[in-house]
């Protein structure tokens, strides 16, 4: 069984501040990992993913992931915050032989991004 | 490209009725699945299908259906809707290389309101 808990239903930044968001998982086989950030009224674009490659991953838009196993952990980042960046972010979770794809996602975290 | 696209866009149902939410994908993909999102949940998965004529439920599958004809196609039917499953829906598709997943694509979503 997969679980994916994501810290902080909100989280609120000012603009040009680090932005973290916090993902932990729950796994029994090598996970794959993915960030997906919703814009309002949008479906799901994927921001970065971790397939059992680099354990730093960078995506779109000046984001970055990195994989620790020993904390079970796939923190979001990002160096200075953009107005734009304002949305609702997701952590998902699968394995490499899941029949399916079956993706089991946190519950979101909303940022917000003050002037 | 069109890649997943969902119609309709906004539904508002009568408790009791039934429709079919739509889902078709452009890119070949083998694998499609239907995701519900409500506030703090996440997504959770309803049903999935690994190819044309073969389908299984997810994690919240009760009141809905699904078949898939097609590779293309991938419909959500409510039998009987009830307020409980007024929500914002996803399609999503995706596809494996060799024995790996790959990211989900999502369309754009149906928001439907039962009342």
């Known amino acids: 069984a997969q679980s994916v808990t994501q810290l902080g239903s909100h989280v609120s930044v000012s603009e040009g501040a680090l932005v973290l968001l916090r993902c932990n998982y729950s796994?029994?086989?090598?996970?794959?990992l993915f960030w997906y950030v919703q814009y309002p009224n949008q479906g799901l674009q994927l921001l970065l993913k971790?397939?059992?490659?680099?354990?730093l991953v960078k995506g779109i838009n000046g984001f970055e992931a990195e994989f620790k196993k020993s904390e079970t952990s796939f923190h979001l980042t990002k160096p200075s915050a953009h107005m734009s960046d304002a949305a609702e972010y997701f952590c998902?979770?699968?394995?490499?032989?899941?029949?399916?794809?079956?993706?089991?996602f946190g519950g979101g975290t909303r940022l917000m991004v003050k002037p | 490209n069109a890649g997943v696209t969902q119609t309709p866009k906004f539904q508002v149902l009568k408790t009791g009725q039934s429709m079919t939410l739509q889902c078709a994908q452009d890119?070949?993909?083998?694998?499609m699945s239907w995701y519900r999102q409500d506030p703090g949940m996440g997504l959770r998965l309803i049903h999935y299908?690994?190819?044309?004529?073969?389908?299984d439920q997810g994690e919240v599958p009760n009141g809905y259906n699904v078949s898939r004809s097609t590779t293309e196609d991938f419909p959500l039917r409510l039998l009987s809707a009830a307020p409980s499953q007024t929500s914002v829906y996803f399609c999503?598709?995706?596809?494996?290389?060799?024995?790996?997943?790959?990211?989900?694509?999502f369309g754009q979503g149906t928001r439907l309101t039962v009342v």
């Open positions: 999503a598709s995706s596809f494996r290389t060799g024995r790996l997943n790959t990211e989900a694509f």
């Open positions: 998902a979770v699968t394995y490499s032989n899941n029949a399916g794809n079956m993706l089991t």
């Open positions: 299908s690994v190819g044309a004529g073969i389908t």
């Open positions: 971790y397939t059992s490659a680099a354990t």
């Open positions: 890119m070949n993909h083998e694998y």
């Open positions: 796994s029994s086989v090598p996970p794959y």
